[in-house]
């Protein structure tokens, strides 16, 4: 949203009024109120007819500052709100000083400091020992607009005929860049963009996105969290290029500045906020295959691709059902297709005979009106409804559905029984599907005290919660898998989280990984994509490619819309080593090999708020300028780097950081940092281990994914010195010990592994 034609005229049809005064400061236990008049009072006939906006600034917990703004306070502030500190709100230490330089609000390392001159509207935001400014507010950076143009304030008696919007500018600075706001699939950089905060089911070749989370992160060393569920508009360096400008319909905006000053502290107390993802479980981490979306199967085509598989030594975990289990027109009423007469014995038969240990199936938060559970759930108000009374309907998806209203403590439990009906099948995790596409205009929810606006991104947050509270019931706190396209703030708490459609292109495959890098700067810890790319036909090579790329994400799922993703179906079954199956065999090996190194990491990804992968080489190299503008590569967990090939030939250049890394293949050593160009057949990428890494990994051959992780394991040292460790866990999640390199390579705590575990020097210093 843009409230200026250029820095000098207004824009068309908007006026807009500017804090310009701070005309008093009223300390507060915890912060400051500043009462700002929209221009600068001389006199007291100046306080005449004239708006004035309040700010207030809170210390919040150490780190962390709140400034909310506000015109009109007697505006109702309606819900939905987001679930803020989940488990537990820190104990903050605020303190307030005066000095020549102003008036000062502490937050243990982060401070605000408002100008002494009631003339100057100048607040900054700064590390509380001086080492660092971050952001401030200057002239013109805090005030509200109308639109259209009242002629006369007494038009605003009426505010139906008018938008009110309120909106702050935050400072940018020289060089900073700006990263997050969700699973966006343009430019890693956000500085430059107009991006607007609301779900949407727009693919991910544009600039619509199934996730949007208000939340996005600095390289100057902190975060901004806007606390609305809302449409929030920004201006990154769009409107003024030296600024950032948030604005939302409304009489209220809050915002939380979050200070590192490194981005891994900043992403830790983000997700203090608004929580961490919970733990998941060590199976979930395989190879799942689908039926893909369209495309026609029963239970012996299902069958039969698992036979294909383990034919092919390329071990399964779980197996989706997408849409069509359901009947058609039905979505989502539970109810099996007749082609499925056993359900229950079906997934029994699947499970005990090996081929596979879980099944999901997919669900959506819509029900199509032919389904006869339709019309039980608009008479006992399960349903979304217009204002008149109506049930809310579309055409679009599924005939006249309508949309499950989880503000309905009834509809939620219907909803919950109905998934324990697919446990009870075993059904053992739910593909969330959808939830982006919750109309606004013209609705009644049940609870009348919610906002029909914030509830659009809102949603999602509730469908998921809902489902994943299921699971968790059923089978275990970390037991819980959903794979969810919407999402917004807080969704991280109900993993896992995947990128939505994308074509079968490597320009998508390249749009996946930035939409999967700027959401995992937004807490969440686990990420999936469709390999292959889900509309389309991917050809054999770039297959290869992306399953290089989805067997090194956190999860791993082989999906497509209108064909399958079997590897046979991609090359006609071509053998040879280089063939579809012999890859995809391959890497999902590889993947079982690192489970030990890649379960430690995900506890520790949990812990500190982190994406295990994709993860932003600037989370883990934040003093390297170039790593912040990285988004063709990425770190698995804090020790591998990894570079997907996106190019037919093979080729591919990557940035090695400072330090030595060595090729995970060959062994060979480089030094960074620099750019590198290396080509690569389809059994290799660019995968890099970082020096002082002690990486435990299965031993050769493995093929499981759930195994002892102590047992007969393989520590590979590359170039360690003392102090160095790596955390070791079981297949269960629970911590079994440390191993750390004391003097001369030696290793501390051996006497964990068990078996025939092996310890090898790969490079030294």
Known sequence: MRFRNGMWLPIEGKRTEYAE??????????????????????????TLNLPTVTIDIEAVFDGVLSVEVTHWSGAVSRGPHFDLFPEGRPQGDASISVSAKGTTLRSGSVSATVHPDQHTFDIRFHATDG????????????????????????????????????????????????????????????????????????????????????????????????????????????????????????????????????????????????????????????????TSFTTSYDEKTVSSFLEGMAARDIPVEVFHYDCFWLKAFHWCDFVWDQRFD?????????????LVKKVCVWT????????????????????????????????????????????????TRWFASCLESLFDTGVSAIKTDFGERIP?????????????????NFYSFMYNKVVYDALQKRYGKSEAVVFARASTAGCQRFPLQWG?????????????????????????????????GFEGYPSPWLYKRWVAFGLLTSHSRLHGSNSYRVPWMI??????????????????????????YLYAQAAESIAGGLPLSVRAMCLEFPE???????????????????????????????YLPRGNWTDFFTGQVRVGPGWIKEIHNFDTLPLYVRENTVLVMGKEGERRTVYNYLEDVEVRLYHTTAGDEAQLVDSEGNERGTLQIGANNTVIGKELLQGNSKIQVISGH
């Open 364 to 411: 959506n938060p819509y029900l199509g009106q032919a389904s006869p559970v339709f019309k039980m759930a608009a008479e006992k108000g399960f349903l979304l409804k217009r204002r008149n009374g109506d049930i809310w309907q579309t055409d679009l998806w599924q005939a006249g559905m309508g949309l499950v209203d989880f503000t309905n403590p009834e509809a």
């Open 500 to 532: 939505g459609d994308c074509e079968s292109t490597a320009e998508a495959m390249a749009e996946s990984l930035r939409g999967g890098l700027s959401l995992g700067l937004c807490g969440f810890s686990f990420w999936s994509v469709d390999i292959g």
């Open 571 to 596: 090359d006609a079954d071509e053998a040879g080593e280089q063939s579809c199956t012999k890859t995809l065999a391959r890497w999902t090996a590889l993947k079982a090999r690192l489970m030990p």
């Open 342 to 354: 056993d359900p229950k014995g079906m997934i029994a038969r699947l499970t005990s005979s090996g």
């Open 624 to 654: 390297d300028p170039t790593s912040w503008y990285l988004d063709r590569q990425f770190m698995l967990g804090s020790r591998l780097l990894v570079a997907p090939v996106f190019e037919e030939t093979g080729e591919v250049e990557f």
């Open 131 to 290: 080492s660092k400014q971050l952001t401030s507010l200057l002239n013109r950076s805090v005030g509200f607009a109308y639109s259209p143009v009242p002629d006369t304030p007494v038009q605003l008696d009426n505010m139906s005929n008018f938008d009110h919007y309120i909106f702050t500018q935050t400072t940018l600075s020289v060089g900073e860049t700006v990263h997050g706001l969700g699973e966006r699939f343009g430019a890693f950089n956000k500085v430059g963009q107009s991006v607007i905060l609301w779900n949407n089911d727009g693919g991910t070749s544009s600039e619509q996105a199934y996730k949007n989370v208000p939340f996005y992160l600095s390289s100057r060393g902190f975060g901004i969290f806007i606390d609305t569920p809302d449409e929030i508009q920004l201006e990154v360096g769009s409107e003024r290029l030296c600024r950032v400008q948030t604005s939302v319909k409304g009489q209220r905006l809050k915002w939380y500045l979050i200070y590192g000053p490194s981005p891994k502290e900043v992403l830790y107390k983000y997700t203090t906020l608004t929580g961490r993802a919970g733990r998941v479980p060590s199976w979930s981490f395989g190879l799942w295959l689908s």
């Open 21 to 46: 005064d701070i005309y008093t400061i009223t300390k507060r236990p915890s912060g400051l109120s500043l009462l700002c008049p929209t221009k600068h009072i001389r006199s007291r006939g100046d």
């Open 440 to 456: 606004v205009d013209d609705v009644a929810w049940y609870d009348k005290t919610v906002d029909n606006s914030r509830m659009h």
